[in-house]
């Protein structure tokens, strides 16, 4: 049951990732997996390949955390075939109420990460700020396009999942502005899985290298990289905001059709959905 509710926790992050704005992290964290995560990915390293090319698999396994990462790639994986069509959808035909509901769990996740810091310093308050910075040049930014070709494909694939596993920053944002998003969700809808197999590559490498750096942050500046990767969460909120004209935040009354009343609902269901996540993985 437990692995099970790993993979449910796996599937939000996929659904997640599929969405600009929205990072896998962040219902990483939201979840209670964050730090399990990293240090799982971290742990593939000489000393699990040399375990596994000397026949102890059992130890390999083990050293990896190979169920619970298995549980969660599942998941991710699962959510990415399932639900690509279905997020495409409801951006689509209901921007405003949908935009809404991943605003709400934005501003409900970064609130829960910052309440669990104790003795908040100025050194912590202004990495926070760093992180909003940085969220929001990231958020505005119009493009930095790659060329075609497969070996863009790979590269996307490395800085992109740099960016899914980073609360607040999107890896489907950094494929809209390295220019690949259309071309890796239309390779998921077609199943081409030359090009998905190439982005795959670009993920792993990224994920082996990337994965160590925010180990070691963890690990020796745990609080203050909460509190910046609270402001990377913060600070794109101006790219999930829900009521926009030609791609510019405006407020809801300058619409003729806010859909004012259901989008406050969908923001305060995130957050309660926030709330009982951070209760539900506290019990366990």
Same mark, same amino acid.
């Given at each position: $049951? &437990?692995?099970?509710?790993?993979?449910?926790?796996?599937?939000?992050?996929?659904?997640?990732?599929?969405?600009?704005?929205?990072?896998?992290?962040?219902?990483?964290?939201?979840?209670?997996?964050?730090?399990?995560? *990293?240090?799982?990915?971290?742990?593939?390293? *000489?000393?699990?390949?040399?375990?596994?090319?000397?026949?102890?698999?059992?130890?390999?396994?083990?050293?990896?955390?190979?169920?619970?990462?298995?549980?969660?790639?599942?998941?991710?994986?699962?959510?990415?075939? *399932?639900?690509?069509?279905?997020?495409?959808?409801? =951006?689509?035909?209901?921007?405003?109420?949908?935009?809404?509901?991943?605003?709400?769990?934005?501003?409900? @996740?970064?609130?829960?990460?910052?309440?669990?810091?104790?003795?908040?310093?100025?050194?912590?308050?202004?990495?926070? =700020?760093?992180?909003?910075?940085?969220?929001?040049?990231?958020?505005?930014?119009?493009? $930095?396009? =790659?060329?075609?070709? &497969?070996?863009?494909?790979?590269?996307?694939?490395?800085?992109?999942?740099?960016? $899914?596993?980073?609360?607040?920053?999107?890896?489907?944002?950094?494929?809209?502005?390295?220019?690949?998003?259309?071309?890796?969700?239309?390779?998921?809808? &077609?199943?081409?899985?030359?090009?998905?197999?190439?982005?795959?590559?670009?993920?792993?490498?990224?994920?082996?290298?990337?994965?160590?750096?925010?180990?070691?942050?963890?690990?020796?500046?745990?609080?203050?990289?909460?509190?910046?990767? @609270?402001?990377?969460?913060?600070?794109?909120?101006?790219?999930?905001?829900?009521?926009?004209?030609?791609?510019?935040?405006?407020?809801?009354? &300058?619409?003729?059709?806010?859909?004012?009343? *259901?989008?406050?609902? =969908? $923001?305060?269901?995130?957050?309660?959905?926030?709330?009982?996540?951070?209760?539900?993985?506290?019990?366990?």
């Amino acid at each position: $049951m &437990n692995y099970l509710y790993t993979y449910f926790k796996g599937f939000l992050m996929g659904i997640a990732d599929l969405v600009p704005g929205i990072s896998g992290g962040t219902i990483a964290l939201i979840t209670g997996i964050y730090q399990r995560l *990293i240090n799982a990915i971290a742990a593939i390293n *000489i000393v699990s390949i040399k375990l596994f090319f000397s026949g102890k698999f059992k130890q390999f396994w083990q050293h990896i955390d190979g169920w619970f990462l298995s549980a969660v790639f599942a998941g991710i994986l699962s959510a990415v075939f *399932i639900m690509a069509s279905l997020v495409k959808y409801l =951006l689509t035909e209901f921007p405003i109420p949908t935009w809404a509901f991943f605003f709400g769990l934005i501003v409900a @996740s970064a609130f829960v990460l910052i309440k669990h810091i104790k003795d908040i310093k100025y050194i912590h308050l202004l990495t926070m =700020l760093a992180g909003i910075a940085l969220g929001y040049l990231l958020s505005t930014y119009s493009s $930095m396009a =790659l060329p075609d070709g &497969n070996w863009a494909i790979f590269i996307a694939g490395s800085i992109a999942v740099s960016a $899914m596993i980073l609360p607040g920053l999107s890896g489907t944002l950094i494929l809209i502005l390295l220019g690949k998003y259309q071309q890796m969700l239309s390779a998921v809808e &077609n199943r081409d899985f030359l090009t998905l197999s190439i982005f795959l590559a670009g993920i792993v490498v990224g994920l082996m290298l990337f994965s160590r750096l925010l180990k070691w942050l963890l690990a020796k500046f745990y609080q203050g990289t909460i509190m910046f990767l @609270s402001g990377l969460m913060l600070g794109t909120l101006v790219k999930v905001w829900p009521w926009k004209i030609l791609e510019k935040n405006v407020l809801p009354w &300058n619409f003729t059709d806010p859909q004012l009343f *259901i989008s406050l609902m =969908l $923001m305060t269901l995130a957050a309660i959905i926030v709330l009982l996540f951070a209760k539900i993985d506290k019990s366990l």
